[in-house]
């Protein structure tokens, strides 16, 4: 079948550009022709493919790369029966594209291949001969053939009127079930352990978490007091579960732990808390499951999950740096975690350590709760935002009229590694529009950065966790010299009433707050884990060369251990392909070593 000519951009109509693009792609795929498929991208553009070609989740820039990739891949998938999705929110839609806001075209498709049901999301943008061609393209294996995803909560349907039948009893001994028997072992009760729980329980995984804390939620509980999140609600809203019509736009500390708590209920979720791994768990090769021993409550249980996935959050124990002298130091010193709220620092001078979203919260906070005096030492340059102008872009992405899914749909089909390009070149409107608050901060002695390259807050939140802050009030009490700042310097050692910095300046102080971010997560686990598991194990978080989370929610490299991370967008998202996978070795149509999945050749 020859491939048919793509449409010139002339008096836009988005459906017939998207039905030409699919009849192209359509015969690419049905004659396996990897050269053809290529042809269908701008010449930089991005393939993501999350399950589909390979079992594994990756990103290619160019054609010559998304060609190599499937050369041995597109036959194997056998992608059948592609039709355009013209449901609403998903039907095609003109909009522009970056960097030069050329209107181009959104379409998403769905499609049978050799594993189960598939979905695409593309965005066609014309190329120089104004052909629409993929800027970028997203394949994702949506749910195994015979193992769809649930819709509703199973153990929860109408039973009336069907003799013998208890509801209440049949879930209770299903909890009784799991607690004996889990396949999956979720180590974390933060926000990404409970929607990897509530994932994998549609997905019919028996699932257990240990969370070490009391309850859910008192990873919250124990923060500063003027904790809020940064982000809009619909981007930080729970899998399956809406917030109320007027819940706050940014969560606030205790809101978010009563949420999370609540949310095991809703669920239906199988939690122990006071449970925690303490003795180093053991995987068994013939049998392929774990011999896990865990602390509940005082008491030692023993478990045989055939999978550990460790959601204990992105970042790992609170980092310190080790400074000389701290014995002399009389006041108290502590991480950013242990920070209780300012009340009890008023009339002190308090010296807080780092310059990221933690720090500036603190520095506020002690400022407003009356302190003598702030001093925020800022070690090397930070992106700073204005809270307002990041969410403008979280509002457009995460609308509060579009459902969720679908936004997770289109966001998760934009390549880490082009947007990070994207707003490299875009970077002079984020330096434009935020200039009014960098003059302030400026004014206080703040040196401030887009990134090493200019790839902003959201790359440097995936690639580092850290080195930025979205303001909301903080740059006015720099401006206004109620907090003040020292930067490039380190804290060289402590004295009795201070801190001496690394240019031989010294700091009075009463307390000292380190926010120096926290352990990677892949080191913080390597104690209870082990050397032998760890030294097999990739690197955990941060983007690798093709803009993907490095070993989360693909395999790590040591078989039956996973990780997940990332924030609420990427924990929703990225579960279903995590459970995908768990879901496809549980019922042997995939085997698993703990080794990535590669294309022959590679």
């Given at each position: ?10 008096n836009l109509?988005?459906h ?5 693009w699919?009849a ?13 498929f ?20 990756r ?5 010559e ?11 194997p ?19 522009p ?11 998403a498709f ?26 970028a ?15 509703t ?16 009893r049949?879930?209770?001994?299903w909890?009784?079930q ?15 352990a ?14 257990l978490?240990?969370?070490r804390?009391?309850?859910?939620g008192?990873?919250w ?6 904790l ?19 819940w706050?736009?940014?969560t ?6 009563d ?11 199988v ?7 303490k003795?180093k768990?053991?995987?068994d090769?013939e049998?392929?499951?774990?011999d ?11 478990l ?12 790992g ?33 308090v010296?807080?350590?780092?310059a990221?979203?933690s720090?500036?919260d ?7 709760n ?8 800022q ?18 992405a ?5 459902p969720?899914?679908v ?11 082009l ?7 875009d ?5 434009d ?6 003059e ?14 200019g ?9 580092r ?7 909301k009030?903080?740059a006015?009490?720099?401006a ?35 926010a120096t ?25 941060g ?26 967008f ?7 392909p ?14 698993h070593?703990?080794?990535r ?6």
């Amino acid at each position: 079948m020859p491939i048919p000519t793509l449409r010139p951009t002339m008096n836009l109509d988005p459906h017939l550009v998207s039905v030409d693009w699919l009849a192209a792609f359509s015969a690419a795929v049905e004659t396996a022709d990897c050269e053809a498929f290529a042809r269908l991208f701008l010449l930089d553009g991005w393939l993501r493919d999350i399950l589909v070609f390979t079992w594994d989740i990756r990103s290619l820039e160019g054609r010559e790369k998304i060609s190599f990739y499937l050369s041995s891949t597109l036959a194997p998938s056998t992608i059948t029966d592609i039709k355009l999705d013209e449901r609403p929110f998903l039907a095609p839609r003109p909009r522009p594209m970056s960097p030069d806001q050329t209107m181009g075209v959104e379409v998403a498709f769905t499609f049978e291949c050799a594993n189960g049901h598939g979905r695409g999301h593309a965005r066609l943008k014309p190329d120089e001969d104004g052909r629409y061609k993929a800027m970028a393209l997203m394949t994702e294996l949506s749910d195994l053939r015979g193992y769809e995803e649930l819709g509703t909560l199973p153990l929860r349907d109408d039973l009336t009127g069907i003799p013998g039948r208890d509801m209440q009893r049949e879930f209770n001994d299903w909890v009784t079930q799991v607690e004996d028997k889990p396949y999956a072992l979720i180590v974390g009760g933060g926000q990404t352990a409970l929607q990897l729980a509530a994932r994998f329980k549609q997905m019919d995984i028996p699932a257990l978490v240990v969370e070490r804390h009391a309850r859910i939620g008192d990873s919250w509980r124990k923060r500063y007091p003027s904790l809020t999140l940064h982000t809009v609600r619909k981007h930080h809203t729970l899998l399956y579960q809406p917030y109320p019509s007027n819940w706050p736009e940014f969560t606030p500390r205790d809101k978010m732990a009563d949420w999370l708590e609540q949310y095991v209920t809703t669920q239906d979720l199988v939690v122990w808390t006071n449970a925690e791994l303490k003795v180093k768990p053991e995987y068994d090769p013939e049998t392929k499951d774990w011999d896990v021993t865990i602390l509940r409550e005082g008491f030692i249980v023993k478990l045989r999950p055939s999978h550990i996935v460790l959601a204990t959050g992105t970042l790992g124990e609170p980092y310190i740096p080790i400074v000389p002298d701290v014995e002399r130091f009389q006041g108290p010193i502590m991480h950013s975690l242990q920070y209780g709220g300012g009340a009890p620092y008023a009339g002190k001078k308090v010296v807080v350590v780092g310059a990221g979203n933690s720090s500036i919260d603190i520095c506020q906070d002690l400022a407003l709760n009356g302190a003598a005096s702030v001093t925020m030492v800022q070690r090397s340059s930070t992106c700073v935002l204005t809270r307002e102008y990041v969410c403008q872009f979280l509002r457009a992405a995460f609308p509060e009229d579009v459902p969720l899914p679908v936004s997770d749909f289109k966001w998760g089909a934009l390549p880490v590694g082009l947007l990070r390009k994207l707003t490299i070149a875009d970077q002079q409107l984020a330096w434009d529009a935020n200039k009014e608050l960098h003059e302030k901060l400026r004014k206080g002695g703040i040196e401030l950065t887009m990134g090493p390259e200019g790839q902003g807050i959201y790359i440097l939140s995936l690639e580092r966790s850290g080195g930025y802050w979205l303001d909301k009030g903080g740059a006015d009490l720099i401006a206004d010299g109620r907090i003040k700042v020292r930067s490039g310097v380190y804290p060289e050692k402590f004295t009795e009433e201070g801190v001496v910095l690394s240019d031989g300046s010294e700091l009075p102080a009463d307390a000292v707050v380190f926010a120096t971010g926290y352990v990677r997560m892949r080191e913080a686990n390597a104690e209870i884990l082990g050397s032998d598991v760890m030294d097999q194990v990739d690197q955990v978080y941060g983007l690798d060369d093709e803009g993907e989370l490095n070993g989360s929610y693909r395999p790590s490299g040591y078989p039956g251990l996973w990780f997940a991370t990332g924030d609420f967008f990427v924990s929703r998202f990225m579960s279903k392909p995590l459970a995908i996978q768990i879901k496809a070795i549980q019922v042997g149509l995939l085997e698993h070593d703990g080794r990535r999945a590669r294309p022959k050749g590679k």
